[in-house]
């Protein structure tokens, strides 16, 4: 007969391991981390609150009905929204033009726009906040107070926006503002806003300091060309605290060689160039970077133009004029890799492509340079991202890498005598099944 005597319940975990298992599930899927918390969730009273808090440290409202939902369930519940205090993430994303059906109606308007004032003072624990592909130029406009609300999320240190268009020029620096008190990181990716009349002047002047943000971190992306709203921005944010609070710089532009303000970019990290200890800039002409004025940099990464030429005599020339007191101790370089050739006869295949390669005009002039430098006397590694349009397989893409690594290795034996040198493939990888023509990735 079985008894308790004899048969005793194991012992329990203490509660606090419990909420640290809980807090370490991470599955493959945002969706399937969320379907085991739930699962935890219903196991016992004891294990709710560790999964309640993991369940709603990020939030994903990326739909209409995802929203909506959310704020009716747990903002306005009495119940559940003082959980808010556990979240620290939240990713939201407008319905976009390319979505299939295109949206209609109230949900074509989005609903980032509403948040700022929905969510406003109930999330005390706020660190980062992204948003994706809202439109804040058309429909409702946002209250010309708005960034007052904005200045509620005291806690926010990371702000994300994405395929965005606002208003004005006025409705970023006020934004930020708004936040400077704990704003640490801002990334602007195909952020535009109409510039008026007047703002693109170099001749616009700033007082000598103004109220603002004190960035650590920076990250511009333009990818469409139509990036000219940055050089007003920028120069009003090198008037901020930013202007010596910045460590780490990522300035990622195809456009600026025909932009009419690249001087104006260029001025802008010249400002901010003597506490950068990262820098990450693809901006074109290289040899107009400040590189004699980078003399805190411990991090830096050039990208080539897809149709540049000659960039490695420039990268030459270019890295003996870092300062001494620089100690450079991770060298990268972005690239583009060499078109591929595409036969006209086979529309929609694969391409055919000739083996991958990479500009290697100059290439090995690069070790004598980086032993005229003294910054480079505490190297540590060399990274080479190779870009491209082109797709291929995990195989494929794993011997283009491992083919452009032997063709480098070749050209710098010093560097990889030392095996400091790295090649990783960015653009494109497919499933082998997925292509009718996949043996020609190798």
């Known amino acids: 007969m079985l008894t308790a005597a004899n048969h005793p319940m194991p012992p329990s975990l203490p509660p606090e391991i419990i909420d640290e298992i809980i807090a370490s599930i991470s599955d493959e899927t945002l969706r399937e981390s969320n379907r085991t918390l739930l699962n935890c969730a219903l ?135 708004a936040l400077s008190g704990s704003l640490e990181k801002l990334e602007l990716t195909n952020v535009t806003w109409p510039v008026a009349r007047g703002e693109l002047e170099a001749s616009t002047t700033y007082a000598t300091h103004v109220p603002g943000p004190a960035l650590n971190t920076l990250y511009l992306s333009c990818r469409r060309g139509d990036n000219d709203c940055l050089a007003p921005f920028l120069r009003w944010l090198s008037h901020t605290p930013t202007r010596s609070s910045l460590r780490d710089l990522s300035f990622r532009s ?19 160039a003597p506490r950068l200890t990262e820098l990450n800039i693809s901006l074109t002409p290289l040899g107009h970077i400040p590189f004699h004025l980078l003399s805190s940099l411990e991090d830096l990464t050039l990208g080539f133009g897809l149709r540049s030429q000659g960039h490695w005599h420039t990268v030459v020339r270019s890295l003996p004029t870092l300062p001494s007191e620089a100690r450079i101790r991770h060298l990268g370089f972005t690239i583009w890799l060499k078109a591929a050739m595409q036969p006209p006869d086979l529309p929609g295949q694969d391409q055919l492509r000739s083996p991958a390669s990479i500009d290697i005009d100059g290439l090995e002039l690069l070790e004598e340079a980086l032993q005229k430098a003294r910054a480079f006397r505490d190297l540590e590694s060399v990274e080479i991202t190779v870009l491209g349009d082109t797709s291929y397989t995990e195989s494929g893409a794993a011997e283009a890498e491992a083919r452009i690594l032997g063709v480098v290795q070749q050209m710098l034996p010093s560097l990889a005598s030392k095996g400091i040198i790295s090649v990783g493939w960015s653009g494109l990888v497919h499933d082998s099944k997925s292509s009718p023509n996949a043996d020609t990735d190798k």
């Open 43 to 177: 196991v016992c009273r004891d294990w709710l609150p560790a999964s309640r808090s993991q369940l709603l440290n990020f939030l994903d409202l990326t739909t209409n009905t995802a929203y909506d939902s959310f704020v009716e369930n747990v903002l306005h519940s009495d119940r559940l929204e003082p959980c808010l205090a556990s979240t620290e993430s939240v990713w939201l994303t407008d319905p976009s033009e390319y979505d299939e059906p295109p949206p209609q109606g109230d949900a074509a308007r989005g609903w980032t726009y509403r948040f700022v004032h929905d969510f406003a003072g109930h999330l005390p624990n706020l660190e980062s906040l992204t948003i994706e592909e809202a439109d804040w130029t058309t429909g409702r406009p946002l209250h010309p107070r708005a960034h007052l609300v904005v200045s509620r999320f005291s806690s926010l240190k990371q702000l994300s926006l994405s395929d965005c268009k606002l208003p004005s020029a006025q409705t970023m620096r006020r934004m930020v503002s």
């Open 254 to 272: 195809m456009r600026t060689d025909v932009s009419p303000h690249a001087n104006d970019y260029m001025a802008f990290v010249k400002t901010v």
